[in-house]
């Protein structure tokens, strides 16, 4: 029933314009693109150049930097060849509301409920909508989704134990009673540990274990149609549950490095982290650096201690300047300077810092792969 008088209000908000237009179609004539694809000469390699991941972490960036009319771009662009992802929907209706849009915030946030997006309590605390609730047409469709909510009640978050996959490359000739060097790699936001074997393929030399850790978070948990995107922080606008989840994160990735070294035998241990995974390998090696002898970052922020204090402090900082640090960062990084802040202030607290830039943009870059593992000793 739900789901049913969403899609009703959506066509009532519509108009008719929306009914009359389909008025005398032809199925031939509505469907015209797509039964002129010859499914013989079709490109296979259009399919393979969209990069899903890419283009949602463009459009997040675009959000973080408040540019909406870009991250709208790159939203409706994913919807066209993605319709049943609700997560889209949902950034659509927020990036609409925050440029003042109510009519295209109403209708991308019903189409998103009507997708399976039921997260009802994060929708009621959503700022973007607050900021749109003086408009008539848009506050009784928010109400309406609301109401329509309140059977699904309220969400809480509970910490649980659980096993979660991590993916394990040996080096060639892999001899047991040999001590290797350990690699830890956490990929970026949405990405999975699937995805980031691929990075061994781009390495010269495979003289070392590497383990890879699925982050433990859906990237939309309330999305039943999201896929396999993982993310290092919980994703609600929740202050104290973001504090809850970065602690339980840094926490898996020690008890990654306590089971390896347990099962194999292992000399020095270093993070590799990619965009969001870099951030969180910044924090956990800097926490923990009696367990760490090097962190590797691409694309990645140190985190600001001054905004996320219970994630990354000065004094965490200060008690770790022993531990070497890589950076590498494309020169056409969405965020340029961020690699020579990191450097800047690590530097400032007597780090052993190399800066590596490359031409690209927010990629993990074969030849800078390669210097990382030059650099952590490894031939």
Known sequence: MIRISLIFALILYLGCSVIHAQEGETVESKYSEIL??????????ELAAFDQVDIKNQAFISVLEKDYKTAIRFYLYLAKHNVDDASIYYELAKCYAFLGQ???????LIMAINYGFNNVSLISKE?????LLRSPSFSESYKAVLDAGKGLGNNIYVKAEKLVKCRVLLPENYDPEKSYPLLIGMHGYGGSS?????????LDTHAFIFVIPEAPYLKSPDDFRMGTGYSWSIDVNDLDLYKRSDHLSSEFIRNVKKYVSENYKIDKSYLLGFSQGGGYAYVTGIKNPNEFDGIICFGARLPDTQKYPWFLSDEDIEQAYKL????AHGKS????????EAKRKLKKFGYDVELYLFDGGHIMDRE??????E?????
């Open 375 to 379: 650099w952590m000793g490894i031939q």
């Open 127 to 131: 700022k973007a909508f607050q900021l």
């Open 324 to 327: 070497k640090v890589f950076i």
């Open 333 to 340: 990084d969405r965020f340029p300077k961020t690699a020579s």
């Open 368 to 373: 800078a792969l390669n210097k990382a593992i």
């Open 36 to 45: 002129d694809i010859d499914p013989y000469a079709f490109d296979i390699n």
């Open 194 to 202: 699937e995805d980031f074997a691929g990075v061994w393929s781009k």
């Open 102 to 108: 109510e009519q295209y915030a109403a209708n991308f």
